[in-house]
């Protein structure tokens, strides 16, 4: 496998899921980096605000058709791919397949035939194709398993746990659903643990892994500096936000009821697979930031603004170390 770190000068990267609320900031990271971006979606429309960056072009396109993949891939140096669904249309763990399996392995076969140097897979911690309790996270390993088995590409597997920033779809959810609760707020999976990584570490953990060639081959679990329980971190959301509510933990009977009825609304707040997902502890064992020279972010100080408040509304709440 080739050796050597991409050119700094010529620098032509494919982003797939460029355009989401993670993929927006890595786009965000590698074009002020000096990357030439190319950022396919299926709906430009949605994502003007990413044509402010410099050497940025969204191109319509279906990453999942392999003649399209050979275009989009042609003359790139690197590849990074953040293609992820949280839910399936259906519930058989197929739509988790093709987004995220099928999917990486087409674009192993487009990379090596186009000669590109690199990819960069966002995964999912505790992902595993085997011993994963979920479709989503089964899918995910099967997906690092089809990247690890390249033969004339260089790699690197981050597997981040949940993400959060401003406005993203992890504590703005709950934040809007505590305003749905007149009085107290049923919660399952209370005692299912994360250890939450800001999107910007994610970001720069995306450019460290393209520009070092010691990251090549390797996989980093990518966590925050600190330790939550999911109650925790719904009552801390529940104080910021002024909306105080009695959480209520649901037993694991009930927990699997409430994924069962609100699976089959629209929407899917809340499913099955996504409660088995939750039955595996979200932190690192190694947090490969230190190992990537990040200092992650703490969930405590940037929470206000990841829920568009203003900073006074932050508190300090006692914590877990991640590690």
Not at 6 to 17: E, P
Not at 101 to 125: F, N, P, Y
Not at 181 to 206: G, K, Q, T
């Amino acid at each position: 496998m080739p050796e050597a770190a991409l050119n700094r000068s010529a620098r032509t990267l494919c982003v797939l899921g460029g355009t989401g609320f993670v993929g927006s900031r890595v786009a965000a990271h590698l074009a002020a980096a000096g990357y030439q971006l190319r950022l396919p979606t299926r709906h430009p429309e949605r994502a003007r605000h990413l044509k402010v960056l410099p050497d940025a072009r969204l191109l319509s396109a279906d990453v999942h058709d392999p003649a399209t993949l050979a275009q989009l891939l042609n003359g790139c140096d690197a590849a990074v791919n953040l293609v992820g669904i949280l839910n399936e249309s259906g519930f058989d763990g197929q739509g988790f397949m093709h987004a995220h399996a099928e999917l990486a392995r087409k674009l192993v076969t487009a990379c090596e035939a186009a000669k590109v140097d690199k990819l960069v897979q966002i995964s999912g911690l505790k992902a595993d194709a085997k011993q994963g309790p979920s479709h989503y996270l089964r899918s995910k390993g099967v997906a690092e398993q089809h990247i690890a088995d390249a033969e004339k590409l260089r790699w690197t597997i981050l597997q981040p746990s949940v993400i959060f920033g401003p406005g993203d779809s992890f504590l703005n959810r709950f934040a809007d659903l505590l305003g749905l609760m007149p009085l107290a707020m049923p919660l399952a999976c209370p005692d299912a643990r994360f250890a939450p990584v800001h999107v910007d570490d994610v970001a720069l953990a995306v450019a460290k892994a393209l520009d070092d060639p010691a990251t090549d081959g390797r996989t980093f679990e990518i966590c925050g500096p600190e330790a939550y329980s999911l109650r925790e971190l719904v009552q801390m959301i529940s104080e910021v936000t002024g909306k105080k509510r009695l959480i209520i933990g649901l037993p694991d009977s009930l927990a699997r009821l409430q994924a069962r009825i609100l699976e089959r609304l629209p929407g899917k707040l809340f499913t099955l697979d996504n409660y088995r997902s939750l039955s595996v502890p979200s932190i690192c064992r190694s947090n490969g930031c230190a190992e990537l020279g990040i200092r992650p972010r703490s969930l405590e100080l940037n929470l206000a603004a990841c829920l568009g408040l203003p900073p006074a509304s932050s508190r300090n709440y006692p914590a877990v170390p991640a590690d």
